[in-house]
Nanobody
Framework: VQLQASGGGSVQPGGSLRLSCAAS???????MGWYRQAPGKQREVVAS???????AYADSVKGRFTISRDNAKNMVYLQMNTLKPEDTAVYYC???????????????WGQGTQVTVSS
């Protein structure tokens, strides 16, 4: 299973970025999420989406970030608006699912993409 994240970069406060993550080599997915880790801090969940479309967000990003997924393409997106300096971190996509129909549920991580919000 491979997860390929993209879309990070540098932006000024108030700007927007859209992260994408493509999952390949996986049979079924039941959870997709975005996490982030700032320097000196623990990795934290930012947003998640499960089968059926239910979403959840960290309080710090509610109203600014939107997670979505394309089931046909096994992709998950994170639209980030009104970015703040405190959003600066490495963002990771996370997928939970089965590699094959007969394998147990497992968790997979993308390589991370840097988001820097600075004036």
């Amino acid at each position: 299973v491979q997860l390929q994240a993209s879309g990070g970069g540098s932006v000024q406060p108030g700007g927007s970025l859209r992260l994408s993550c493509a999952a390949s080599g996986i049979f079924s997915i039941n959870y997709m999420g975005w996490y982030r880790q700032a320097p000196g801090k623990q990795r934290e969940v930012v947003a998640s989406i499960i089968n059926g479309g239910s979403t959840a967000y960290a309080d710090s990003v509610k109203g600014r970030f939107t997670i979505s997924r394309d089931n046909a393409k096994n992709m998950v997106y994170l639209q980030m608006n009104t970015l703040k300096p405190e959003d600066t971190a490495v963002y990771y996509c996370n997928v939970q699912g089965k590699r094959r129909s007969y394998t147990p549920n497992n968790e997979y991580w993308g390589q991370g993409t840097q988001v820097t919000v600075s004036s």
